[in-house]
């Protein structure tokens, strides 16, 4: 190998917490395995360069069974292989070791040098709770759909929704510029029902439309978001990808707060032996990425998660997490009228619950159900 | 429900197949549960629309076994649904449904009005080829490496393996922008490198510098990729998003050929039951972005894909997709010089071979083991 100018790299590290499933003879061979993986991706054996092996590779910081052939691994990489990207620092987490089965990264933590270079949710709880005027009391959301209705149909329905009472009024995450609805007609029908209903309720409702698009195109769908008076955005980030929602997030002329949706994500949480924990993929970095909410598919609903699992995912989007902010966790998937009070029990003030469907089929009064939505939910 | 506008859609569709991990008795209701969970998400009974349930949510096509409790499912979608937006028809395929257990999507087919909204790979098998002028045998591929080792030490590396023979030589998908090695001093010196021995050898080998990077400067590394005279891109779209390769690809002022790399994808494949196909997940899917090849640890390395999989990602990467270009697959992951018989009896001619670690284990003169790494692929 060629003379190396030698490594001097600050010898801080960021932590990743792996759950290997294997034997326990193999844990240990498991991990080193990770370490190599995620950085040098090459024969320890042929670095003949020591400041490489010392200063890059990974590191296994503790070893530990957590159940039968399931082992926790923590593992410390250099911050400089992060670099300042965070598509760097998701490939280093879980780049390569992703194809390898067997191993979920289960949580990470960021020294206060690496962390500071997100920005992150530039609302959080806080700030979001501060945009719609409502404290004390879990906010409330539904989603504008479905699909076919006419941007002339889905203004009606947020007129009548953000009557009914609802903080947050977001697109279905179907609807993104389709010729049978047009993105830009939709937003703007939309925004303006939404400020006309809130004129006339004296709330602070927020439309927030769908912006996952085309690469080159999701800053200009924001900036039309804007400029029609919608009070957020919605994002996809398994769909456009996370980088993409951090510059959403980072755009201070922007300013909006983010929905983040899972679609196309549900594949890394499924198995519970591979892919990312609740906590990490819904919490950790969609906060890192600037979401200041993360819908998910609470259970009970139609979907499959486990109420452990719903756990992980809240403490992922409020642990700390150096400067960044908290943010809420959006339950919604199938939910109800009649589980709210059960909701509320479960996930507390500090969430956002997300009824779509189910609003409708309590008559042909909506606003009235979501007076009955706002009732139940106080 | 408010009065809809009536749709009038072509009545086109294209189409979807999944397979469905389930009881007999559940198949129907679950493949039902996917055409509307993919489209209008709302229950069925609530749409008050005709022309809503007939023209916008999914219908199965047909449903058969295809296994003990698998079955498999063609489910039809309009065209319409998935608007002009490569995000968006990934969504209407996998979206929601990727957050249910025991769905995986294992191939799809569009009509020729869909397809030809994506210009797909812009040099493909045959527009590689004819870069490197290599025909009639296997391109081989490498990556310089260790993460660590200086641009000077990578540009040294890089001229020696051009000088040995090999056609395609890419930054290891650790390389970002990192302060031990900057993107564009990097770039310069290995370009300038490869350049170099292509003036003593008469071959065209490539260099294709890593420009996957956050949204905002993934454009910008490859303009100052292609200054640089870089011959190619690498991109990881599993970091940065399918969507920002296909705007890459797409990008006539860069004209140049993208090999995907597989980071943080795997999850989406490991388990048989859940996610994407090895053959929509790195060919179907790569094609429709842009790529010209598609890198993936093949069976027998130190990852985990079968024979099987491994047939079904060619084939993924190669049959008939509209006017789409067939790509290159790549196997590697561990692969050796001492397979490299075996590897080009499994995949053919039609592939680039990829060693990266194993052309150093071979003695100190690299130049000598990429040329035996040329003479067995011959």
């Known amino acids: ?14 932590t990743a917490v792996y759950h290997i499933v294997c034997k326990p003879a193999e844990a240990e061979a498991r991990a080193r395995d990770i370490c190599v993986e995620q950085t040098i991706e090459f024969p320890e054996a042929l670095v003949t360069d020591a ?35 965070l598509t760097q620092l998701i490939n280093v987490l879980f780049g390569n070791i992703s194809i390898k089965p067997g191993v979920r990264l289960v949580g990470f933590e960021l020294p206060e040098s690496l962390a500071r270079q997100y920005r992150g949710p530039r609302f959080g709880q806080a700030g979001l709770r501060a945009l719609v005027d409502v404290h004390d009391r879990p906010l409330l959301c539904t989603a504008i759909k479905p699909m076919g209705l006419s941007p002339v149909a889905l203004a009606d329905l947020a007129y009548r929704l953000a009557l009914g009472g609802i903080h947050l009024i977001k697109d279905d995450h179907g609807l993104s510029d389709q010729t049978f609805c047009r993105y830009e007609e939709r937003v703007r029908r939309c925004a303006e029902a939404v400020e006309r209903a809130n004129r006339e309720t004296g709330q602070r409702c927020l439309y927030l439309p769908n912006v996952t698009a085309p690469a080159g195109e999701i800053a200009s ?4 978001a804007k400029d029609a008076g919608a009070g957020g955005l919605l994002f996809c980030p398994g769909l456009a990808g996370f980088d993409a929602m951090r510059a959403l997030a980072d755009d201070d002329a922007l300013a909006l707060p983010i929905l983040s949706h899972p679609a196309f994500q549900g594949t890394f ?16 970095l969609n906060r890192l990425a600037g979401a200041d909410a993360t819908i998910f598919p609470s259970w009970g609903g139609r979907f499959s998660f486990t109420q452990a699992e719903c756990r992980d995912l809240v403490a992922g989007a409020t642990r700390p997490m150096g400067e960044l902010r908290t943010i809420f966790p959006v339950p919604g998937g199938g939910m109800r009228l009649d589980r709210v ?37 106080g």
């Open 51 to 85: 400041s490489i092996r010392d200063q890059i590779v990974g590191q296994v910081l503790s070893l530990q069974a957590v159940g039968e052939a399931r082992f926790e691994a923590r593992i410390g990489y250099p911050v400089e292989a992060a670099g300042r990207e």
């Open 1 to 14: 190998m060629t003379q190396n100018r030698t490594l001097s790299l600050s010898g801080e590290r960021f």
């Open 341 to 377: 009070a059960e909701l509320s029990d479960f996930y507390g003030r500090d969430c956002i619950l997300l009824i779509g469907g189910d609003l409708h089929a309590h008559g042909p009064d909506l606003i009235e159900s979501c007076r009955r939505f706002v009732a139940q939910a």
């Open 269 to 284: 949480c499924v198995h519970p032996d591979a892919g990312l924990s609740h906590g990490v993929l819904f919490g950790q």
């Open 221 to 224: 769908r924001a900036r039309l």
